[in-house]
């Protein structure tokens, strides 16, 4: 496996950092990891390769596609970079690009890739079978790998359980001064406001997104662990985070601050009476024109394999997509819950729409 990591400005990289949250595996490598010049724009393009331009950049997710190349003898090329980046550098290739494969981090994300024109359909029995329709784009431009939820966690020693059960919930002036959750810049919430959107329509999810912003017990700031932190330290008693997260914290036995903050929270999967908890995805779609587009589909069919699935989201301590694939005992032990089915298409297409709404609203 051969690995790139493409340059990009400054600013770009600080607002990727920021967008992601904390340190963590979700962080980009270091530029100074970069290889020698030039390596990074010179993808493989012999026929035993697949091209890949990747957003998510987790440490092991290299694990995987070494199996994959140990498997098929089909060698891996990955280009990192954050998704905006990756997006201007195929639309400047146009039809030279070499991308077989383009891997981003949540549904509006891949809308935004969808939207460039950069995804070819793709027809796979193995991708329709395992990964579930809500899960993959209707026309098979791109298909969810792992999937996260969006959680509520409540200070243990402040809230008692079953105060708080639904997104509708951060809005009820009870909370007021008590609620914690990160920037409207990050796409998560701009996926999460889009989700409210479908569930309530337009006017309704405003109003909602008022009272939310009304309850708010700081400025929105830091990533998802920086919610739980806050909460765990009083600023706040409600806070909303992406499940791998806390799990994660919970995890970190190198982190015994970050362990004692995820102890202090309770977690629940909102809306559990009605449509079900917003779940996000990370995904793929085999890029228009692809040079190696057979490799491209076989090694989205292997990311949803048994073995792939328990590294490639249990690696990040997210849930597989594919049903029937135990969780990582962190998840397990946040219990079994209902999702919201709505199609990740239409949360991640109404992100731009949702981040007016949240403009309008105060949500900054
Ligand atoms: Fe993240």
């Given at each position: ?8 400005p ?54 995987v ?56 359909s793709v ?10 329709a ?17 959680v ?15 997104y509708?919930?951060?809005a ?30 337009e ?39 992406n ?9 970190a ?15 629940v ?50 849930y597989?997509?594919v ?9 397990e ?17 109404s ?9 309008r609203?105060g949500?900054?």
């Amino acid at each position: 496996m051969t690995r790139s990591w493409l340059f990009v400005p400054l600013a770009l990289l600080l607002a990727f950092v920021t967008a992601c949250g904390g340190s963590g595996p979700s962080q980009p490598a270091s530029t100074s990891d970069a290889p020698e010049a030039g390596a990074a724009d010179s993808p493989q393009t012999e026929d035993s390769v697949v091209n890949v331009y990747s957003a998510r950049h987790y440490d092991t997710d290299d694990q995987v596609f070494g199996a994959f190349e140990e498997e098929t003898g089909i060698k891996v090329h990955i280009v990192e970079g954050d998704s905006a980046a990756l997006l201007e550098r195929l639309r400047r290739e146009g039809e030279e690009s070499p991308a077989d494969l383009f891997i981003a981090v949540d549904a509006g994300r891949l809308f935004h890739a969808e939207q460039a024109g950069i995804f070819d359909s793709v027809t796979s029995e193995i991708l329709e079978e395992r990964i579930p329709a809500s899960l993959r784009h209707p026309e098979g431009l791109w298909f969810g790998l792992t999937k996260r939820a969006r959680v509520i966690v409540y200070a243990k020693d402040r809230v008692e359980a079953g105060e708080i059960n639904t997104y509708e919930d951060l809005a009820d002036p009870k909370w007021q001064g008590r609620v914690l959750i990160r920037s409207s810049s990050n796409v998560y919430n701009q996926s999460l406001m889009g989700a409210m959107v479908a569930a309530h329509g337009e006017p309704a999810a405003e109003e909602w997104c008022k009272g939310l912003v009304a309850n708010l017990a700081r400025k929105p700031q830091g990533g998802d662990r920086d919610q739980v932190r806050a909460v765990a330290a009083g600023e706040g008693d409600v806070a909303v985070v992406n499940s791998y997260y806390l799990a994660q914290m919970i995890a970190a036995t190198d982190k015994p601050e970050d362990q004692a903050a995820a102890a202090a929270v309770g977690i629940v999967f909102p809306n559990q009476g009605d449509r079900g908890t917003h779940v996000n995805i990370s995904g793929a779609g085999v890029v228009r024109g692809a040079p190696h587009r057979q490799n491209a589909i076989r090694l989205l069919e292997y990311l949803t394999g048994a073995d792939a699935q328990a590294i490639f989201a249990g690696g990040n301590k997210e849930y597989a997509v594919v049903d029937g694939y135990a969780a990582v005992p962190e998840l397990e032990g946040f219990g079994e819950f209902q999702e919201d089915s709505v199609n990740a298409s239409v949360f991640g297409s109404s992100g731009q729409q949702a981040l007016r709404m949240m403009d309008r609203c105060g949500w900054r």
